[in-house]
């Protein structure tokens, strides 16, 4: 496989796995996740997809800071043909209303409490249809700790999780994107497998060692967070270092630190 063989999101960890394991992939703290490593930490997220009946096609949404549980929540979801959608932290409570029931997803991923905000609470008091909620935190209400969440995702075998990948399809929705609303209300934005890979492998391209790592400080719910800084840093092979918000202190001392060689500002 060559990276042009990329037809889906799934096929660019695999090509990476195969060519590129033993590198650095995501950075996020003091945790560091080769390849292979990151391989595997999105086949248990996806088995627990699998077992919690997510199908393809239908959604799943996180609401956390860019971090690396947000890319593993995206890449597994993918994986099996669901819908990702990012919820920014910044958002109040009529925006995530409208947000869950427009989109619907099955199971929503929270990081809570983040900056001194309960955002499980804040979810749940607002998403009745959503089917699941699973918190990296304190798991309150309805909801169920990620812990518990991905060990049920024990139960799914390989080949199932196989079958489920098997089923994607270039044309499928893979992301939501919502825009800002300026002129009513914010409208979901769709884009294919398709889509994303190829400006991933265009823009490895065009810029070809310039993407051997970067900072991801963007909100998850941009495109430009998930597009032009993430997936076209990873479709080169590179690394991707996280940091939950932008505080230029901050940024400026990791980048002295970790030396990214792309910048998206």
Not at 18 to 26: K, N, V
Not at 94 to 119: C, G, I, K, Q
Not at 123 to 141: D, I, N, P, W, Y
Request: hydrophobic share 45%.
């Amino acid at each position: 496989m060559v990276l042009s063989d990329c037809s889906v999101i799934s096929d660019i960890l695999e090509f990476q796995k195969q060519t590129s394991s033993s590198l650095e992939a995501a950075v996020d703290g003091a945790v560091r996740l080769s390849y292979e490593q990151l391989a595997s930490a999105v086949t248990e997220r996806a088995k627990a997809l699998v077992a919690a009946g997510v199908q393809r096609g239908e959604r799943v949404a996180t609401l956390a800071p860019p971090s690396l549980e947000f890319w593993l929540d995206y890449l597994a979801t993918v994986s099996i043909g669901a819908i990702w959608q990012g919820l920014n932290p910044r958002y109040q409570l009529p925006e995530y209303r409208y947000l869950l029931e427009d989109a619907r997803p099955r199971v929503v991923f929270v990081t809570s409490p983040y900056e001194d905000r309960d955002y499980a609470a804040d979810l749940q008091s607002v998403g009745s249809q959503v089917e699941t909620f699973v918190v990296r935190g304190e798991a309150t209400g309805r909801a169920v700790s990620q812990r518990a969440f991905l060990a049920a995702g024990s139960t799914v075998s390989d080949a199932e999780l196989r079958a489920a990948m098997a089923l994607v399809q270039p044309e499928d929705i893979a992301v939501i994107v919502y825009t800002s609303g300026t002129t009513g209300q914010p409208k979901g934005a769709m884009l294919s497998q398709r889509a994303i890979v190829a400006s991933a492998v265009t823009n490895v391209e065009y810029f070809g060692e310039g993407l051997g790592s970067t900072i991801c400080a963007a909100p998850i719910n941009h495109v430009g967070a998930l597009n032009n800084v993430c997936m076209s840093v990873f479709a080169y092979g590179g690394r991707i270092i996280f940091y939950h918000r932008v505080d230029l202190a901050a940024l400026g001392a990791l980048t002295a630190r970790e030396l990214p060689t792309y910048l998206v500002a």
